[in-house]
């Protein structure tokens, strides 16, 4: 009786997730999958430590980004939520709702924008001040840490590709409503 011959399957035909060439080795997007396989894992890393930090000072994650931003924006004279909601990507009304909770802690403050009294100006108080001083020991130290692959010129170059990058995602966010119209598909149609 004649031993049975081991036949390999056919290779498997994966569809491009990309056509861009400059994504691509070849016909091969492995690389460009990797690379975002590795920013989904930064980015899920990087929003961990955020709530850490946010919860050092006894804040969610995303209070302690919003303290955070309005302390950098603030400027002399305060800055408004539709600033700080376009600085972070969320909606104004996202932000009226997490600030009001920053306000009833007493880490900010409010007052009418004087050019506009329908609008508000937002500082951070004297406790978020000290609460934000309190963990920037830390946050020095995890921040060093997380960027530490870094040089000056790759720091560079990163804030540049990062904003390029925010601007290409908005447009992909757009392109995706448009193209997927948030109807999932069905394996059944």
């Known amino acids: 009786m004649a031993k049975p011959v081991d036949v390999l399957p056919a290779p498997k035909v994966v569809p491009l997730t990309v056509t861009k060439d400059e994504l691509?080795?070849?016909?091969?997007?492995?690389?460009?999958?990797e690379m975002v396989h590795n920013l989904l894992a930064f980015a899920a890393r990087l929003e961990h430590v955020r709530s850490r930090f946010g919860a050092h000072i006894g804040l969610t994650g995303i209070r302690y980004t919003i303290l955070i931003t309005i302390r950098h924006l603030e400027n002399n004279s305060g800055v408004g939520v539709k600033t700080v909601a376009g600085h972070l990507s969320l909606s104004g009304a996202f932000v009226t709702i997490e600030t009001s909770g920053l306000l009833k802690l007493g880490l900010i403050e409010k007052r009418p924008n004087p050019i506009d009294r329908r609008r508000v100006l937002l500082t951070v108080s004297t406790r978020g001040r000290q609460l934000l001083s309190e963990l920037s020991p830390v946050?020095?130290?995890i921040n060093d840490v997380l960027f530490?692959?870094?040089?000056?010129?790759?720091?560079?170059a990163l804030c540049r590709m990062s904003f390029q990058l925010r601007e290409s995602a908005e447009k992909a966010?757009?392109?995706?409503?448009?193209?997927?119209?948030?109807?999932?598909r069905g394996r059944n149609e």
């Open 173 to 184: 966010v757009g392109l995706s409503n448009y193209l997927i119209a948030g109807q999932p």
């Open 139 to 141: 946050q020095q130290e």
């Open 24 to 33: 691509l080795e070849g016909q091969d997007d492995s690389a460009f999958r």
């Open 148 to 156: 530490s692959p870094l040089d000056r010129k790759s720091f560079k």
